[in-house]
């Protein structure tokens, strides 16, 4: 598979709702046809993380549905991965590369 190198946009859900509005936001994701990945830490103390690409959209657009749920704390960063053929549940279509 070919992978590509991108600038994404992450943040964090937290707190008691983080699972429902996750998986809230995943399916409005989807419904968009955003390319995201989405980690889910055991336990209630870890936040759940996303990954989301830009898409040939606005970041504004983008942070605009993701406050329809939750506003979170946003940064960008630069990833390695490759895109899978379909989205896998809640968890998204996107899988992450690292380099050791």
């Known amino acids: ?11 964090n859900y937290s ?7 996750s998986k809230t936001l995943a399916h409005l994701l989807q419904k968009k046809k955003l390319d995201y990945v989405y980690y889910l830490q055991a336990g209630d103390y870890y936040p759940c993380e996303f990954t989301v690409r830009r898409c040939g959209n606005k970041w504004n657009d983008i942070m605009k549905l993701i406050n329809s749920i939750e506003a979170p704390v946003y940064r960008y960063k630069t990833v390695n991965f490759y895109l899978k053929d379909k989205y896998e549940g809640i968890k998204g279509n996107i899988q992450e590369v690292i380099y050791c």
Do not use: H
């Open 1 to 11: 598979m070919e992978t590509m190198k991108e600038r994404c946009l992450t943040f």
């Open 15 to 21: 707190g008691k709702d983080k699972t429902q509005n």
